[in-house]
């Protein structure tokens, strides 16, 4: 038997329940993962909250992401063994649980010197960051990115990313400990979100070209005045939002500017397999450093969804079975 997650019911937090439940058998190419940490993504909120495009059918468990180390392999697994240290990137069972069933394809090797919290904050956020940056807004070495929203999880990832890809980047966070945690990770200034004036600050930071690619985590407040600081022919990666927003299509003409929409569940299997090379690549050059907030056990897990949802963000929330 094992402890899980269960949601019967779409609605607020407390729909998570832990029950006890049957110890699930890998059969194939799945394998059984004992989780020691699940990621906490704002995206398992609106799954949970049943609001979301890909609403889970329900009873389910919650998590796609998450770390730990394989237990059991099915008859026709060839990469994996009993004993890997893996990290998840999707699962079949879901991770807010004591184990989960992955097929071998979601998941890539935790390196020894990266803690399973900190595998835990790995997919969602460098796989969303990284598709952001390089597959949509195609960012350069030498261009001037904004990431408005950095102190979460994909914020921080999408600084470590752009940093070392040699991208001048700028953050926002509306805490001053997100602010030095912006800073910390590889950005070259960090402003405030919550100051209306930002917008100017950074314009006035790029010298008055603006920034070359916004990456937006949170466009139904932020899409029309994004184009104060953004450069002519600039791009905006629309990453997160939470709601609707009256726009000047006006904006996007007079500074030929592109707007592009992503979501991570619609990358196609090159554009994943570019991403887990890079994070592999990452991971082993120290490049990818997930930054871990807060940890919370099973029993905790509505109250890590009211945080990620009601909290000022200084990177990844995990739940540690
Ligand atoms: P998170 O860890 O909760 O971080 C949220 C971020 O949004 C924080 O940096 C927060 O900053 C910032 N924020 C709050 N108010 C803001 C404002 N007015 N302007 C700009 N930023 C603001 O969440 P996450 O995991 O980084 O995800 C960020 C967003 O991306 C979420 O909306 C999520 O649903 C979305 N997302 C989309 C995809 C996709 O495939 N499109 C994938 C993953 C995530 P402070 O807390 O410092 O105020």
Redesign the pocket.
């Known amino acids: 038997m094992m402890k899980a997650i269960i949601v019967r019911e779409y609605g607020p937090p407390e729909v998570m329940a832990v029950e006890e439940t049957n110890l699930p058998e890998p059969v194939g190419t799945q394998v059984l993962v004992k989780i020691h940490a699940a990621g906490v993504?704002?995206?398992d909120t609106?799954l949970r909250s049943g609001i979301h495009a890909h609403a889970p059918k329900l009873p389910y468990t919650p998590g796609k992401d998450g770390a730990g180390t394989i237990i059991s392999v099915g008859p026709n697994v060839t990469r994996f063994a009993i004993g890997d240290r893996v990290y998840t990137a999707g699962s079949i069972s879901g991770t807010y649980a004591e184990n989960s069933i992955c097929d071998e394809t979601q998941l890539d090797r935790l390196p020894d010197n990266i803690s399973f919290a900190e595998g835990a904050g790995i997919w969602?956020?460098y796989a969303?960051s990284y598709r952001a940056l390089f597959q949509k807004a195609e960012c350069k070495a030498g261009e001037t990115v904004l990431i408005?929203?950095?102190?979460?999880?994909?914020?921080l990832a999408a600084v470590q990313w752009a940093s070392s890809a040699g991208l001048r980047v700028i953050g926002?966070?509306?805490?001053e400990e997100?602010r030095d945690l912006i800073l910390r990770n590889g950005a070259d200034a960090a402003f405030d979100?919550?100051d209306i004036d930002h917008f100017t600050d950074i314009w006035e930071a790029t010298g008055g070209s603006g920034v070359d690619v916004i990456i937006e985590?949170?466009a139904n407040?932020?899409l029309e005045r994004d184009f104060e600081c953004l450069s002519p022919f600039g791009r905006i990666v629309v990453?997160?939002?939470?709601g609707s927003i009256e726009f000047t299509p006006r904006l996007t003409m007079t500074k030929e500017a592109t707007i592009l929409g992503?979501?991570?569940?619609n990358a196609p299997p090159d554009a994943m397999d570019e991403i887990h090379k890079a994070i592999g690549y990452g991971l082993k050059n120290e490049t990818v450093r997930p930054i871990v907030a807060k940890e919370y056990s099973l029993e905790e897990a509505a109250q890590s969804h009211r945080d990620?949802?009601e909290?000022?963000?200084t990177g990844?929330l995990v739940i540690v079975p």
Request: proline fraction near 5%; charge should be positive.
């Open positions: 993504n704002p995206v609106y969602t956020p969303t408005h929203g950095a102190s979460g999880g994909v914020g926002t966070a509306s805490s997100g979100h919550t985590m949170l407040v932020n990453v997160g939002s939470r992503m979501s991570l569940f990620i949802i909290t000022k963000a990844k």
